[in-house]
C-alpha cells in the first residue's frame, strides 16, 4: 500500500463526504461505467481516499475514474489513478492520485480551506 502523507494539507472527512465515482479506463481500454456511490474519507490537493461497496478490478491494471463531489458548494469532477485498495469493514477502501490536468490544484486548496473554516468554527 502507498500513502502519500508527507503532502502539506489534507481535510478528514470523519463522517465521510458523499460523492460518487465512475470508471473511465482499464489500461488502455476505455470504459463507460455507471455511477457507483463512494464516500470520501480525506482530500488533498493532489489526491483522495475514498470508500465504496463495489470491488474494483485494480489488479487487472492501471484504473483511471473520475470522482465526483461537492465541497463547501462547489461541485468538482475530477479524474484520477487508484494507488490501493484495502479492505475495511466491509468496504473496499482506495487511494487515488489526481490527474493535473483534470482540475484547478489552487481552486480545489482554495475550497478545502474553505470548508475547513466553516466546520471549525461550527464546532465552537
Not at 465504496?52 to 484520477?80: C, K, M, N, Q, W
Not at 484495502?86 to 487511494?95: I, L, P, S, T
Not at 482540475?103 to 480545489?108: A, D, G, K, W
Amino acid at each position: 500500500m502507498q500513502y502519500k502523507r508527507n503532502e502539506g494539507f489534507r481535510l478528514a472527512f470523519p463522517d465521510g463526504l458523499a460523492g460518487t465515482f465512475r470508471i473511465l479506463r482499464l489500461e488502455e481500454r476505455h470504459v463507460n461505467s455507471r455511477d457507483g456511490d463512494a464516500l470520501i474519507h480525506d482530500i488533498s490537493p493532489k489526491g483522495a481516499k475514498f470508500s465504496t461497496a463495489l470491488d474494483l478490478p485494480l489488479y487487472r491494471g492501471e484504473l483511471e475514474v473520475s470522482l465526483h463531489f461537492t465541497l463547501h458548494h462547489e461541485p468538482f469532477d475530477i479524474r484520477g489513478i487508484l494507488k490501493w485498495q484495502q479492505e475495511k469493514m466491509g468496504r473496499q477502501v482506495y487511494g487515488m492520485t489526481f490527474l493535473a490536468d483534470s482540475y484547478r490544484e489552487s481552486e480545489l486548496l482554495s475550497e478545502l480551506k474553505e470548508y475547513h473554516k466553516e466546520h471549525r468554527q461550527g464546532d465552537k
